[in-house]
């Protein structure tokens, strides 16, 4: 996981006591928001057919549910996946994330959002919520299917939803197509699920903080002094870091992917061979259509001869990231190696 921004002694010590003290505070009942996995992430693309046809290519990613133009692109076995959202953006990006929570229910959620200061509005601004109820014209149920999304203390949008939620019908969204549209091509790569995603936000001690207060999120490992959150008991997290003051503001940075057969030179072929050129050791800003590979070193919690990191961008521009099914962030060649003295096991 590439960051370009140093994260300060502050933002180090202040992860250190909420980690210090919110696991112990969930020990007995619980976070007040369990997430289990990460769910999906919508993606605004300029051109949503170049976009669709593009990802099916890479990937052979079925279509999954329908909602209106809005394309659900199955990742693995679901129910996660990757939304293309239905009209041309001026602005492409990762739009918002989702997690998953069981036994979803939206008014709980909504009150304990509003306990640590979220307020219910119809928008999703900065530390508020709304709900919407995605009805039969938009594939979801007749009576409507909640779907519930809050903007953190930088108005980064989260979504919360049922972990059967796969973005179909249904009450909780669960019931997709029972044969999945196939991909028109097997695809080049086959992705299994989300690994991480990682988040630029103005203050990392702040929004380290609500992440934990809500969801309870243990600390695996370090990235220097970034601590990454894990989600659920597996080895997906989610990284904090305080640098949305620089030129981009506050923004969903990237979404790591689970590959198979994780080896970067062959990858970076496969990429090359679909028009993704390889940027090499250039400096600055990644154009669309381009891969590069970083070695993680031991003063970032790599390996000490490097953790390789793999990266490439859609036709947007938008970045994501491939690792091995292994990968938690941590040390080791593979970065599996994770856990801390506060979780040595990076387990619960």
């Known amino acids: 996981m590439q960051l370009e921004h140093p994260v300060s002694r502050r933002v180090f010590l202040g992860a250190m006591s909420a980690v210090a003290l919110a696991p112990?505070?969930?020990?007995?009942?619980g976070p007040p928001i369990p997430v289990t996995s990460i769910n999906h992430m919508t993606l605004s693309v300029s051109?949503?057919?170049r976009s669709l046809e593009w990802y099916q290519g890479?990937?052979?990613m079925p279509i999954a549910a329908r909602q209106a133009s809005t394309i659900i692109l199955r990742v693995?076995?679901?129910?996660q996946f990757i939304a293309i959202g239905g009209g041309a953006s001026a602005n492409p990006g990762i739009n918002h994330l989702c997690l998953s929570t069981p036994n979803f229910d939206a008014d709980r959620i909504v009150g304990v959002l509003g306990e640590h200061g979220v307020r219910s509005t119809t928008t999703s601004g900065p530390m508020e919520v709304r709900v919407r109820m995605r009805g039969a014209d938009f594939g979801g149920a007749p009576e409507g299917t909640p779907e519930l999304y809050f903007g953190d203390p930088d108005g980064i949008v989260v979504q919360l939803?049922?972990?059967t939620y796969c973005g179909g019908e249904g009450v909780r969204g669960e019931v997709c197509l029972a044969r999945p549209e196939p991909a028109p091509t097997?695809?080049?790569?086959?992705?299994?699920?989300y690994n991480h995603f990682t988040l630029f936000v103005t203050d990392a001690e702040r929004s380290i903080a609500l992440y934990q207060q809500l969801f309870g999120m243990p600390i695996d490992t370090y990235q220097g002094a970034m601590p990454t959150l894990r989600v659920g008991a597996g080895r997906q997290f989610l990284a904090l870091a305080g640098a949305g003051r620089g030129p981009t503001g506050p923004i969903i940075h990237h979404a790591s992917m689970v590959v198979d057969d994780f080896d970067p030179d062959r990858i970076q072929g496969v990429l090359e061979s679909y028009g993704v050129t390889p940027r090499g050791e250039a400096p600055g800003p990644v154009g669309p259509l381009q891969s590069y590979v970083t070695m993680r070193m031991p003063d970032r919690g790599g390996a000490p001869g490097g953790t390789p990191e793999l990266y490439f961008t859609d036709p947007d521009g938008i970045l994501i990231q491939l690792q091995d099914a292994r990968y938690c962030?941590?040390?080791g060649y593979l970065g599996e190696e994770c856990g801390t003295p506060e979780n040595p096991t990076g387990r619960v």
């Open 24 to 29: 112990r505070s969930f020990a007995q009942a």
């Open 47 to 49: 051109d949503p057919a």
């Open 58 to 60: 890479l990937f052979g």
């Open 76 to 79: 693995g076995e679901g129910p």
């Open 161 to 163: 939803q049922d972990d």
């Open 186 to 193: 097997a695809g080049l790569l086959t992705i299994r699920e």
């Open 329 to 331: 962030g941590g040390n």
